[in-house]
């Protein structure tokens, strides 16, 4: 007999602030757009996905669809799921390497 195994839910394991923050921290610092909706999704999912689309303005599926991973959602769509999770975006300079200030002055 074979190994049963379940597919792995990380929000399950998102059960405080500190985790929902350092969650959606390492998900914005990789900068992938559909992985940042699709970590959205997860917090979404962990903190209660039919409040937060009422919270949100949006419909249930308007929400699951906008974050998915798959789909392209607008960027306002995304600051008022942020905004129902109580989630604040800031803005932070990184440095230039030598090799992107280069690229973009040439």
């Not at 923050?21 to 999704?41: R, S």
């Not at 392209?72 to 992107?100: R, Y």
Request: charged share 25%.
């Amino acid at each position: 007999m074979g190994l049963i195994t379940k597919p792995f839910d990380a929000s399950k394991y998102l059960d405080s602030d500190e985790a929902i923050e350092e969650f959606l921290a390492a998900a914005f610092e990789e900068g992938d757009p559909a992985l940042i909706a699709q970590c959205v999704g997860v917090v979404a999912r962990a903190r209660n996905m039919s409040q937060l689309a009422r919270d949100a303005g949006m419909s249930r599926s308007a929400l699951y669809k906008a974050l998915s991973g798959d789909g392209n959602p607008e960027f306002a769509s995304i600051m008022k799921i942020l905004d129902a999770l109580g989630v604040k975006l800031s803005a932070k300079l990184v440095a230039k390497t030598e090799d992107a200030a280069d690229h973009a002055a040439a």
